[in-house]
T-cell receptor, first 112, second 110 residues
Framework: NAGVMQNPRHLVRRRGQEARLRCSPV?????VYWYRQLPEEGLKFMVY????????ESGMPKERFSAEFPKEGPSILRIQQVVRGDSAAYFC??????????FGPGTRLTVL | GIQVEQSPPDLILQEGANSTLRCNFS?????LQWFHQNPWGQLINLFY???GTKQNGRLSATTVATERYSLLYISSSQTTDSGVYFC????????????FGKGTKLTVNP
């Protein structure tokens, strides 16, 4: 998977807490994508970022979810006030010039 | 938006058998990738193949872009091939997001 790193790999939160998911892209990649996989479903696009810019957030829920990719450091997907329906696997991918996308191992979020 | 359909949804094989998985898409694409999600949930890149044919060991893939389909061939299947195979496409003129099919769940029995 060409070196995309995600942490934590597993995250347990209680309803109402915040979840922060981190993604370090392949060295030299400037495009980062987040996807969500609900149980027994395929992956769905959430957001596409380049350094310091959100390019496409058409798949992000309107409330509670935000993403950033700062000039320095990893990309962060932040979920505020988590609910049980947020339980899912969250995958990050990175690319250089968009093609192809390399995926990380995912973060499995469980909301109790 | 672009639609991606994979078939069959489920496939059960005996070890050593060959199989063909299909991915149909509804529009022209810039990017097509095949992935294997293993039983532990990890997503493994198999092929980046917007057109043409590629081979990697027992796996090969062909995309006929003009007819809007791609095929993934698995030969001499092994139990470690079990999992879900996803096709994902980025439509031409799209915003670089991948649209995934629902996957083919493959079970290879010993």
């Amino acid at each position: 998977n060409a070196g995309v790193m995600q942490n934590p790999r597993h995250l347990v939160r209680r309803r109402g807490q915040e979840a922060r998911l981190r993604c370090s892209p392949v060295k030299g990649h400037s495009h980062v994508y987040w996807y969500r996989q609900l149980p027994e479903e395929g992956l769905k696009f959430m957001v596409y970022l380049q350094k310091e810019n959100i390019i496409d957030e058409s798949g992000m829920p309107k409330e509670r979810f935000s993403a950033e990719f700062p000039k320095e450091g990893p990309s962060i997907l932040r979920i505020q006030q988590v609910v049980r329906g947020d339980s899912a696997a969250y995958f990050c991918a990175s690319s250089q010039f968009a093609l192809p996308q390399y995926f990380g191992p995912g973060t499995r979020l469980t909301v109790l | 938006g672009i639609q991606v359909e994979q078939s069959p949804p489920d496939l059960i094989l005996q070890e050593g058998a060959n199989s063909t998985l299909r991915c149909n898409f509804s529009d022209s694409v810039n990017n097509l990738q095949w992935f294997h999600q293993n039983p532990w949930g990890q997503l493994i890149n198999l092929f980046y193949i917007p057109s043409g044919t590629k081979q990697n060991g027992r796996l090969s893939a062909t995309t006929v872009a003009t007819e809007r389909y791609s095929l993934l061939y698995i030969s001499s299947s092994q139990t470690t091939d079990s999992g879900v195979y996803f096709c994902a496409v980025e439509s031409e003129g799209g915003s670089e997001k991948l649209v995934f099919g629902k996957g083919t769940k493959l079970t290879v029995n010993p």
